[in-house]
């Protein structure tokens, strides 16, 4: 007899929470998803039927506990109109015991919940940027079409085109290539122009067999402006341009992680590929740092001379004076200041009353090079007649590695260690500043994968005593209309989602971290003890 009542009551629920289910899936994945994407841009059916694949089992994993909490307040809510439940209680049967269907598909709904947010839609965020990447030429050309062009290496490079046609190999028709013309390009470091001109022709050709897809160029007719020497150059021949890492549409974030991977980047934050730059980032400061303190400390040990440069072009350096600026680190030379510079262009000297040694710290050590600017009454001879100069206010001479020893050195520290030695830089530097910028963030990327890790289980767990609430509350109010349950099967669901999302907000603060975490699974604890307090003595009642 119970048993045919649980089945009864399972069936009758379990037919409202598919068909519930169901019609929300597609009323939020297709209306507020792909029918936004036709909008905004024209799609064939195969696209259209892709896309439908990744954003569905996201309004699944959204619509499942509001169709459990739906088809309990319903089923249980027709059942007690029809007096039902009094039926059950007079022939002697724990009403408790009829909850038993709410349990399983409550149960059921939050572990396909957990599924989905933690392993599912991830894994369709990896697959999204894998179906964007198949089509990078269109990705270029629509950028093209922006007015502030495309961008290369976190927006140091932008290209921009009058014309754009996509071209296809008729041998390979897999390879496509992007033809421009009328091409204007620059390169920027922080707010520092580097180069800027233009190109009759660019054709840029795409590599997606790494992690991150690539894109490389050849460039004809080029006129470019080197800002920082202040020269320009007409290049008519063929030049290479790149390869370069294509920005990501969908970029790393903490959320689109599975759980296995949060778990992973929770012991190991240095390796989060956000944290990896700021770490790379300090390690080319710190190798800057020390690459300063040994050139005046080799200035000093020889009597006011010093040696810089690699294989490709060497320096040496004598003046009567150095100095370390303590803001920035960098290296001054004063007095008379005279270098003799041996290249593969021959042999020079340049004389000036000033001369700063910079290190130009890249995104890691294998970009970190070093030049020397010099200032004030710049004689500098021709390489192939020392005897004529040319007089300049201020001159940048040839960048140059740094050396590989130091780079070694660098390099070989670890990166935890790296960020909490407070005797690395200056105190006032701005190395310091940004290093103490890049403990912070390491602070709050484990914040940010606490925050996640929680919130992914609350919302789960939330399913269940949301679904005991709803049908106990169905049974009490009799809610046999639609709207009625609709609405009780509602409002409990958005007291614990803005306790989760107030939560999760406060867990990301380094103030309020512990309090946002209890703050998150207070809306659980509250609705539980309410479930307690229903069963126990309203419903009993």
């Keep these: 007899m119970l048993w045919t009542l649980q ?12 068909l519930t289910a169901i019609g929300l899936m597609v009323i939020l994945g297709l209306g507020g998803g792909i029918m936004n994407m036709i909008e905004l841009d024209q799609v064939t059916a195969w696209q259209m039927i892709k896309l439908m694949v990744f954003v569905l089992p996201v309004a699944l994993a959204l619509t499942l506990p509001i169709a459990a909490l739906f088809a309990a307040a319903t089923t249980y809510g027709r059942l007690s109109a029809d007096n039902e439940f009094v039926a059950c209680r007079s022939g002697g049967i724990n009403i408790f015991t009829l909850f038993a269907p709410s349990l399983v598909i409550s149960l059921a709904s939050a572990t396909i919940t957990f599924a989905f947010i933690s392993f599912v839609i991830p894994g369709l965020i990896k697959n999204l940027n894998a179906l964007i990447q198949a089509d990078l030429e269109q990705i270029v050309v629509q950028g093209l079409k922006k007015p502030g062009g495309f961008p290369l290496v976190s927006d140091r490079y932008r290209i921009f085109a009058d014309r754009t046609a996509v071209q296809v190999d008729p041998d390979d028709p897999s390879n496509k290539q992007v033809r421009l013309d009328g091409v204007t390009f620059v390169e920027t470091d922080g707010d520092e122009w580097v180069r800027s001109g233009t190109a009759g022709t660019v054709v840029l050709s795409f590599d997606v067999t790494g992690d991150q897809p690539t894109v490389a160029g ?8 080197d800002h920082r020497k202040g020269q320009s150059a007409e290049v008519p021949e063929h030049q290479p341009l ?22 992973y980047y929770r012991r190991h934050p240095d390796e989060w590929s956000k944290m990896r730059e700021q ?35 060497t320096f040496e350096l004598r003046a009567d004076e150095v100095r370390q600026d303590s803001h920035d680190g960098r290296t001054h030379f004063g007095g008379h200041v005279q270098i003799l510079e041996q290249s593969d262009q021959g042999r020079r000297t340049i004389s000036s009353d000033r001369a700063v040694l910079i290190v130009d710290p890249g995104r890691d050590l294998a970009h970190t090079k070093a030049h020397i600017r010099v200032f004030d009454n710049v004689t500098m001879s021709v390489p192939t007649d020392q005897s004529k100069g040319i007089r300049k206010q201020r001159a940048t001479l040839d960048v140059f590695g740094i050396d590989p020893a130091l780079v ?9 260690v790296l960020l909490h030695d407070a005797t690395l ?15 912070e963030l390491r602070g709050e990327i484990v914040r940010d994968i606490d925050g996640v890790i929680h ?20 049974i009490i109010f009799r809610g046999a209309h639609v709207l009625t349950a609709f609405g009780i099967a509602f409002v409990p669901t958005l007291f614990v989602i803005v306790i989760i999302v107030m939560g999760r907000q406060m867990a990301d603060k380094p103030d309020t971290a512990v309090i946002g975490l209890a703050v998150l699974w207070s809306g659980i604890v509250i609705v539980g ?13």
Aim: aromatic fraction near 12%; charged fraction near 30%.
């Design 7 to 18: 089945l009864y009551i399972f069936r009758e629920m379990g037919k409202t929470f598919l």
């Design 218 to 225: 050849d460039m004809y007719g080029v006129s470019l402006i």
């Design 242 to 263: 790149g390869p370069y890492p294509i920005p990501r549409r969908f970029r790393a974030k903490v959320k689109w992680l599975d759980l296995k991977e949060l778990a």
């Design 279 to 313: 770490v790379d980032r300090v390690r080319a400061l710190a190798c800057g740092s020390r690459f300063y303190e040994r050139t005046v400390s080799e200035f000093l040990d020889r009597g006011g001379c010093v040696r810089l440069g690699d294989e490709s072009v």
């Design 408 to 416: 070694a050195e660098i390099g070989a520290i670890p990166g935890d």
């Design 425 to 439: 830089f200056d105190p006032g530097s701005d190395a310091e500043r940004k290093r103490r910028r890049a403990v």
């Design 455 to 474: 919130s992914r289980f609350a919302f789960s767990v939330s399913v269940f005593v949301l679904v005991i609430l709803a049908a106990a509350l169905g």
């Design 529 to 541: 003890g309410l479930d307690a307090w229903v069963l126990t003595r309203v419903l009993r009642r």
